[in-house]
């Protein structure tokens, strides 16, 4: 071994593998195994459906307030970092493993962006829904490596969207499904989703639950200040998403369904002992059904977060301590989050081999099955 190996073992250090994988080196060089960098919220668009947004919006969009507004405030801005981002969600090869690359990232786990084709009316959604996949099918095929990926399903109409789930997944080999929260003010606690998990739940695939604006009902109060976007309202409405399963008994009726959400928990690993408390407090008072377990438990036994777009080691730390590292992933949240910084805190991390590495490799590739 050549002293400069010998130096990188002794303190630790990481040594580069082919792919941009890392070995991250311990004091006992036998302890010592690959690393792969998996990023696990990663977006891209077809035209088509950026087509059927434009139309969306061309006919008034009466009932999305909220992507009319977003599509105002940053889709339509004519910034060369807007014109970046709309560049790189519609590529589909070569750009992004260039990306890939440049970041050390070894495998991205794409989805369609958001709102996905929850703004459209049913039939055209299921359409577009169907073509999306057999491109990112097709996207995955050319490059197995670099590339696996979420099926795109049309909650409007949930049958159909079971159905799509299940031809994306056993006919495509996609690895689950996004649904960006609420489909037109509509949750997914409704007794009419059911078929959708239920289908999850039977194949064994997650469901990726992602941020969009408020719901119709919630935006007013989120308008000012543009509090309505990344910064406070997208992870407010999907916060809020995600306990209404949990108090919906959903987890009790499936138990083994999994669900994921970006931004570490999107707030909620912060709150749980509180939520906890008046769990507890509101079935005594009758106002809450009783359910198998706390509140907590399901997120931290349904859930997994995800580090897309929260590379505060702060943040990080609280999450791993709260969920354990068996329960986070990593991820950039491309192309809106590019990912240097990510990487980079994630590499320079304290919290150790094991849990490093379930972070960026083992947590994925045993949730997406990879």
């Not at 055209?124 to 996949?133: F, G, Q, S, T």
């Not at 198998?292 to 997994?304: E, I, V």
């Amino acid at each position: 071994m050549d002293m400069t190996r010998r130096t990188l073992l002794m303190a630790g250090a990481a040594l580069p593998l082919a792919s941009g994988a890392v070995r991250f080196a311990d004091a006992n060089e036998a302890s010592m195994r690959p690393m792969r960098r998996i990023a696990v919220e990663e977006h891209f668009t077809i035209p088509e459906l950026t087509a059927a947004w434009r139309g969306v919006i061309q006919a008034g969009a009466a009932d999305e307030p909220g992507f009319r507004l977003l599509v105002e405030t940053v889709y339509s801005n004519p910034t060369p970092a807007m014109a970046l981002i709309n560049k790189r969600l519609a590529d589909m090869g070569d750009d992004r493993i260039q990306y890939l690359d440049k970041m050390g990232i070894d495998l991205q786990v794409v989805m369609i962006a958001a709102p996905g084709v929850q703004v459209l009316q049913a039939a055209e959604a299921k359409n577009i829904a169907r073509l999306a996949n057999d491109r990112l099918a097709e996207m995955i095929g050319l490059h197995p490596q670099r590339f696996a990926g979420l099926a795109t399903i049309a909650p409007q109409d949930p049958a159909a969207a079971a159905v799509e789930l299940h031809r994306a997944v056993k006919t495509l080999g996609l690895r689950g499904a996004i649904i960006h929260s609420h489909t037109k003010g509509e949750y997914l606690d409704q007794e009419k989703f059911f078929p959708i998990f239920e289908a999850a739940a039977a194949l064994q695939v997650p469901i990726y639950l992602h941020p969009r604006e408020p719901s119709p009902d919630m935006l007013k109060a989120y308008l000012d200040y543009y509090l309505f976007f990344a910064g406070w309202g997208f992870a407010a409405e999907t916060g809020l998403h995600a306990m209404r399963l949990i108090f919906s008994g959903l987890f009790d009726k499936l138990p083994t369904l999994q669900i994921v959400i970006g931004h570490l928990g999107e707030g909620i690993p912060y709150w749980l002992e509180r939520v906890d408390y008046y769990q507890q407090f509101l079935i005594e008072s009758g106002k809450q059904k009783q359910m198998r377990k706390p509140a907590s438990a399901y997120f931290k036994d349904n859930f997994t977060v995800t580090t897309s777009g929260m590379n505060s080691p702060v943040a990080i730390d609280h999450a791993l301590k709260v969920l354990g590292a068996d329960r986070i992933m990593f991820a950039v949240d491309y192309p809106y989050t590019y990912g240097d910084k990510d990487v980079a805190v994630m590499n320079g991390s304290t919290i150790g081999h094991g849990a490093k590495q379930k972070i960026f490799q083992t947590n994925a590739e045993r949730l997406f099955k990879l």
